[in-house]
């Protein structure tokens, strides 16, 4: 069956391309302009000379340190949230009894906990851990706060692991973690893609608690690091524009090694 | 031994053994306490905490003094508060009633077969990169009214300034949040779309059914649950929509744009009121946990049940 081409929707998608093209054309451009170029001729000009110079300027801010600073949250907060959402949506899916379903139902109800409302008593609780001004500091409350999705989108993938496998490795004599390890964990490899996709974007996309629970340069992530300088290079946009780009540079190696694996991730999130 | 003539015994045999294999372990909730306690520790305690510290005076030095009911006869006559929860609403309304319909519509696009749809769809997913600090403070600079654009493209912005009205703050914090966000939901709405069975469409177009018509008697419906999910997304993002109205308007002009989170983060952390802060977090914690329930109710996400069934 062949169909005609949909002239309206082929429209729409250009009009979206320049919605999306021209900030981001705007970006590179200002980025590398000099100022005094920027100041005449604005954001979306035709770029007669490109200079580097606005990229030294801030990798001379001590810019790679925060970057490097927030590769280390986003690890570190994937790898807390897959130890702990994995058993939890183990027990969830395959556990019987209220107490199981009280812990779903907990977590479903957590999803909606705004982290800003908690932020106070949170500053407090990690006070009083001593971890104020470190990156546990921030890793833990972004690890805690990506739980109620991880936990959804994992216990989502491993309902669909059907029971007659489960009763297969009952025959073989499997215990509740050799079937964990060798069954449950390789037939949701999907949903826990997608978990990982998300607690690292909402580590790499954090603001409130690193704004919050750390102030010194050495524990500074790149959000901060952005927010400071606005302050510091208010006059000076085009380096404050190639600091915003380098900011992107980590997901962006992300995104032109493993795209499938990231947009895959980012779909699983709507269930099916 | 058994010897099956009919394939009724059979099966009824089957049905037995799955219903009660002898020897399949269960895991318990021990699976669970190591994250339940965590999460408790880091969510649940600190929002009992936000609750008690909602009824005391608190500058953040001293310890907590019980104010009992102080706080909240403060809160129901304060103005402030009502045009944050207004402004907080007209956000909410804004974003989700600009950004569903185009994300729908790119979703389905791109779960289609167009030419040049794979090229598209990659540069599409560009600001998927950006952060929300990065993208706030680039398009802060970009709608800047002497260096950015509404300097240089007068028939665009008729030499106004954007961030000069409440308006005109509040379109362009749609604005920027839209074009941050609706790469995100078309992605769901594309996964969505590419699993709705084929035949559907074949059958309606055996039936004479044009674009039009299936796309609003087929597509639609297949996609409710990627709706709720997706405006759940939404909501939850608004009552947290802190960093991008710090970094794009900062409140202003004047507090015309301070959104419930805004206006909290400053009662705390810029006036030291930590009392009468919490009891602006309660309310948001409410508004986000009737917003949730609401929206679990519509999904039956807590039925427990697998997403595949019901499609």
């Known amino acids: 069956m062949r169909t005609r081409p949909n002239y309206l929707a082929g429209a729409a998608a250009l009009v979206w391309l320049v919605i999306i093209g021209v900030p981001l054309y705007a970006l590179v451009n200002t980025a590398v302009q000099p100022q005094t170029k920027y100041t005449d001729k604005g954001p979306v000009s035709i770029p007669s000379t490109v200079t580097w110079d606005n990229f030294h300027t801030v990798v001379d801010s001590g810019f790679l340190h925060y970057i490097w600073n927030t590769v280390v949250v986003a690890v570190a907060t994937v790898a807390i949230v897959l130890a702990l959402a994995v058993p939890i949506s183990y027990a969830v899916v395959r556990g019987r009894g209220w107490i199981t379903k009280g812990v779903f139902r907990l977590f479903l109800l957590g999803l909606a906990i705004p982290s800003q409302a908690v932020i106070i008593p949170l500053f407090l609780i990690v006070n009083d851990l001593g971890l104020y001004d470190t990156l546990w500091g921030i890793i833990l409350p972004t690890a805690a706060f990506a739980l109620p999705v991880s936990v959804l989108v994992l216990s989502g993938g491993m309902r669909d692991i059907s029971n007659e496998l489960y009763e297969a490795m009952a025959l073989d004599g499997a215990g509740p973690a050799r079937t964990l390890l060798t069954l449950v964990i390789p037939m949701s490899r999907s949903a826990i893609a997608t978990a990982s996709v998300f607690a690292a974007l909402q580590a790499w996309n954090g603001f409130l608690f690193p704004l919050i629970m750390a102030q010194s340069e050495d524990t500074k992530l790149v959000t901060l690091g952005l927010y400071n300088f606005v302050s510091e290079y208010g006059a000076n946009v085009p380096a404050l524009l190639a600091a915003v780009l380098m900011s992107a540079v980590p997901i962006l190696v992300v995104y032109l090694f493993a795209r499938r694996a990231l947009v895959a991730g980012l779909m699983g999130a709507g269930g099916k | ?311």
Request: glycine letters at 8%; one cysteine or more; aromatic letters at 12%.
């Open chain 2, 1 to 311: 031994m058994v010897s099956a003539t009919t394939s009724r015994p059979v099966s009824k045999h089957r049905a037995r053994d799955r219903a009660a294999p002898p020897t399949l372990e269960r895991p318990g909730v021990a699976w669970a306490v190591p994250g339940l306690l965590f999460f408790l520790v880091f969510a649940i305690v600190p929002m009992a905490g936000v609750l008690y510290l909602s009824f005391t005076h608190w500058d953040g030095l001293s310890s907590p003094q019980f104010t009992g009911l102080d706080n909240w006869s403060r809160f129901f006559g304060d103005s402030q508060v009502r045009q944050s929860t207004l402004v907080t609403g007209v956000l909410l309304v804004g974003n989700i009633a600009v950004q569903a319909p185009i994300s729908i519509l790119l979703g389905v696009w791109a779960a289609g077969h167009q030419r040049n749809r794979a090229v598209l769809s990659a540069i599409f997913f560009l600001p998927l990169l950006l952060s929300t600090a990065a993208t706030a403070i680039m398009w802060r600079q970009l709608l800047d009214p002497n260096f950015g654009l509404p300097s240089k493209v007068d028939w665009l912005f008729g030499g106004s300034n954007p961030f000069g009205s409440q308006a005109g703050s509040i379109a362009c914090l749609v604005l920027v949040t839209s074009w941050q966000f609706i790469p995100f939901h078309s992605l769901l709405y594309q996964g969505a779309a590419r699993s709705i069975p084929h035949t559907l469409y074949q059958a309606a177009a055996i039936d004479g059914a044009g674009r039009v018509r299936q796309f609003v008697h087929i597509t639609l419906p297949q996609l409710r649950n990627t709706m709720i999910t997706s405006s759940t997304f939404m909501v939850i993002g608004g009552l947290t929509a802190f960093d991008i109205v710090l970094l794009l308007t900062n409140g202003g002009p004047g507090t015309d744009t301070s959104i419930l989170p805004f206006s909290m983060y400053q009662t705390a952390f810029r006036t030291y009121d930590y009392g009468y802060a919490s009891a602006i977090a309660s309310f948001l914690l409410l508004l986000a946990t009737v917003a949730s329930v609401l929206l679990t109710k519509l999904s039956g996400y807590d039925k427990m049940t697998s997403t595949m069934e019901g499609l």
